[in-house]
């Protein structure tokens, strides 16, 4: 007997027992009963435009056909997927779809992995009665930089116009013309600059949209599939990487409902040909004077070991190791704590939190939070330029139910579902955060929404120009709400992975603090003997280079010229150490300074395990070999420590995963192999089971002073910046916008400046101006990390001169 949440149901004369309230379509997939459809997913909202999913289903007055796609379960509903009836009202579906759809199969991208192909052949006619010439439009139309619309193709089922509506909020398709002349279109003058245009491609049942990247690469029995997990963002979003010929030609989302839900960002799907770069470093180069010489890798590591080991331990530190997997940053913090001889080390890059904020906060939230909250607060960056994904997720949550409140001194790509919008001016969150604190003036009926719990706050920097501080004030207001639950917000692949494994001054391997006795023990009785000097972070190893107190520098896939919050500090630190490796696969601006370059292998070429921002660990594999003499970095910093003399045992990465599990307390019991064979196919979150967290960090409200000034500056991050992997990625290349200050236009009447006249920031950047009634008063917001801000400084204040032309 089925329970008060089950119902009884019969489908082509066999009783099964299903979810009550679930779509008749749904419930007949899950018991093997595959309809037919187009219009149809399940992460979509229903809406029966293509009538290919019709069933008969018994009522009052007899059969009926209806579209099961909008049909919920009732208890003794009678459903026939089968009968002539319903035979007929497929072919008929399939036979006017096909009157103007081309046969084109053996040149569409879709051939091999087409539904209409796939239904045609199960559920068609077998042949037309039409043989009047077909409609034809000019293809294929550019719908965006990276999206291609054959619109003879389309079904107009509707699927891209509803993720780009209803899941990423930009409704830039449409549906145009009426009857035979129906077709998908941009608004005029408006491309489809969507960041998640390629969602449309994936969900597209035909080949009507078709991806720049991939458009008459390869056939889909060609490709060879693996699922990793993509280091664009810390969501670390499950993927399908497809390759052919020994390239990846195509990425695609993979549905893992606790992380992605089968979503990805352009940046995550359409970055990968940055692997593929002329400009890839692939073999090590040594400086000689002004320019760069290849050698071998006999020589360059010859080098290395030889310069490292003539410093003393505390001379020497790193700064990077936050795009690499667990194992490579596992092996680096071994490296620099037991062979060099060093704790100064950090994964940071002075953009990010307290490490252990955001390694080890108590109530750490996970994604899945997001669902059940019933309050979500966001004071931290603008998810939708810096963790997309996460974007979603919390658009949804909406839809869901959830009252959401957002707090920046900027508009943020959420605010249009927000239900609370906080503004204020940048450098005075901290006054902000006590009069929310207390409800005052306006902010009532934001304080009000927070004492609905359970709440999950969203907790960043808004701004490589704030207070690092003042995120675990936030943090710790957060902690007061009702049923509350944190989760930290950083950018950096996989950064989170980065501190677990102890690349932090204060951490060690598995969220132990340097000040535990006990924890400190136990890893010397692996590694022997740790520094006994404080370990410094990366702008305080910056400032100490330049003042000569540091004589060493190893940068790991990081680039503190381009990312720190000070470019100016980060070249004169570079530019005084005696000796800088850098182990990349790029020359940034920053491994150009180097005095040896060693190529690394990359995201597609590595092995290992990463974990994102709720804590969750995920199996990253490879797809490729590793380009050139390009080599992942584990084994490289072995070769390193073996020619100074030291056995570090990072050679096998399968007893680096053993060794993490043993030495790391919040990873016991986490190696590779559970992952692959034991763990659940979606990752498992840390610790596990009886594995224990040494380190629970609560965070406390802290003293963060009140900017004043004429202009407080927010620099802020894009998705689509200057960045070398962005640079080299054909199809995301030309997206970083050109960069423009905004400001309110209050303050641009106050001092004379009109729109478009460039101004003169900080007495070094000069860039035009665009007004926005959206930015707070006070406030000047400038992009990060774009070719015309390369070098900003991120001071609290800035200083604003006209450039005037000639009267």
């Not at 039409?130 to 619109?151: H, I």
């Not at 943020?412 to 609370?420: E, Q």
């Not at 196919?681 to 596990?688: A, E, R």
């Not at 004043?708 to 916008?737: C, I, K, M, P």
């Amino acid at each position: 007997m089925a329970d008060a949440d089950q119902v009884t149901i019969t489908i082509n004369g066999i009783d099964h027992v299903v979810a009550a309230g679930q779509l008749l379509i749904t419930a007949a997939e899950n018991i093997g009963e595959i309809i037919p459809r187009f219009c149809h997913h399940d992460k979509l909202e229903p809406v029966a435009k293509c009538r290919m999913c019709l069933v008969e289903v018994e009522g009052p007055r007899g059969k009926a056909l209806v579209p099961s796609c909008t049909m919920p379960v009732s208890n003794g509903m009678v459903v026939d997927t089968k009968s002539a009836v319903v035979t007929k009202a497929h072919e008929g579906v399939l036979e006017f779809l096909l009157i103007n759809h081309p046969l084109d199969c053996p040149i569409c991208d879709k051939g091999g992995e087409c539904p209409l192909q796939d239904q045609a052949y199960a559920h068609g006619p077998g042949e037309s009665r039409f043989v009047e010439e077909k409609r034809t439009y000019l293809k294929p139309l550019p719908v965006s930089d990276l999206v291609l619309l054959d619109r003879e193709r389309c079904v107009l089922c509707d699927r891209c116009v509803r993720v780009a509506d209803d899941i990423a909020g930009d409704p830039l398709l449409v549906f145009t013309e009426r009857g035979n002349a129906v077709q998908i279109q941009t608004f005029p003058d408006e491309p489809f600059a969507s960041y998640f245009s390629g969602n449309t491609v994936q969900l597209c049942p035909v080949g009507a949209l078709t991806s720049v990247d991939y458009r008459f690469k390869a056939r889909p029995w060609d490709l060879h599939h693996v699922t990793s997990v993509s280091l664009v963002d810390t969501v670390q979003s499950t993927v399908d990487v497809q390759t052919s010929r020994g390239k990846i030609v195509r990425v695609y989302g993979v549905e893992n409902d606790a992380v992605n839900e089968g979503w990805l960002s352009d940046k995550d799907r359409f970055v990968f040909p940055a692997i593929h770069a002329d400009t890839r470093v692939v073999q090590p180069l040594v400086r000689n004077g002004e320019r760069f010489d290849k050698a071998t890798w006999g020589e360059a590591l010859e080098i290395v070991a030889s310069r490292l080991g003539s410093c003393k331990g505390a001379e020497v530190a790193a700064i990077g190791g936050a795009h690499n997997t667990n194992e490579d940053a596992f092996a680096l913090g071994k490296f620099m704590r037991s062979v060099i001889g060093s704790a100064h080390i950090d994964a940071q890059i002075g953009d990010g939190l307290d490490a252990r904020l955001a390694a080890a906060v108590t109530s750490r939230a996970r994604l899945g939070d997001l669902d059940a909250a019933s309050t979500i607060l966001v004071w931290g960056p603008d998810l939708k330029e810096v963790l997309p994904v996460l974007y979603l997720r919390v658009r949804k949550a909406t839809r869901n139910g959830a009252t959401l409140v957002v707090v920046s001194p900027v508009a943020t790509g959420l605010d249009s579902v927000a239900d609370h919008v906080v503004r204020y001016r940048a450098g005075t969150g901290s006054e902000l955060l006590r009069k929310l604190g207390a409800g005052d003036g306006d902010l009532v009926g934001a304080r009000s929404a927070l004492r609905e719990g359970p709440v999950v706050a969203l907790v960043g920097r808004t701004s490589l120009a704030e207070d690092p501080n003042l995120a675990e004030s936030i943090a710790a207001f957060a902690l007061s709400l009702p049923e509350a639950k944190i989760l930290p917000l950083l950018e950096r692949g996989n950064v989170f992975g980065a501190l677990d494994m102890g690349l932090a001054p204060g951490l060690l391997p598995g969220r132990v603090s340097v000040d535990s006795q006990e924890g400190v023990d136990a890893i010397e009785d692996a590694w022997g003997p740790l520094p006994d000097h404080e370990g410094l972070d990366a702008m305080s190893i910056l400032a100490d280079l330049v003042e000569g107190d540091m004589s060493a520098l190893v940068m790991v896939g990081s680039d503190p010229v381009s990312d720190c919050p000070d470019p100016q500090l980060a070249r004169a630190a570079i530019e005084a150490a005696d000796f800088v490796v850098a182990i990349d696969a790029f020359i940034t601006d920053s491994s150009v300074l180097a005095d040896v370059i060693l190529p690394a292998a990359v995201w597609g070429e590595v092995d290992g395990t990463v974990t994102n921002l709720e804590g969750r660990v995920q199996r990253i594999r490879p797809s490729l070999l590793p380009a050139g003499q390009s080599r992942a970095l584990h084994g490289l910093l072995d070769d390193i420590a073996s020619q100074m003399g030291a056995d570090l045992g990072t050679s096998d990465l399968a007893m680096i995963s053993k060794e993490i599990a043993s030495v790391a307390p919040s990873y016991a019991g986490i190696t590779i192999d559970y992952l692959t064979f034991a763990g659940d196919p979606d990752g498992v979150v840390v610790p596990i089971e009886d594995a224990q967290q040494p380190l629970v960090y609560t965070p406390v409200d802290r003293p963060v002073p009140v900017v004043t000034g004429e202009f407080t500056l927010h620099l802020a991050a894009s998705l689509y910046d200057a960045g070398v992997w962005l640079s080299n990625a054909a199809a995301l290349g030309d997206l970083a916008r050109s960069a423009y200050v905004r400001l309110h236009p209050s303050d641009a009447a106050r001092r004379a400046i009109t729109p478009g006249e460039t101004i003169v920031v900080s007495g070094s950047h000069q860039l035009p101006v665009a007004l926005d009634d959206t930015v707070s008063r006070g406030t000047l917001v400038v992009p990060h990390n774009l070719e015309e801000t390369k070098g900003f400084v991120a001071t609290p204040t800035v200083t604003v001169d006209t450039v005037r032309g000639e009267e």
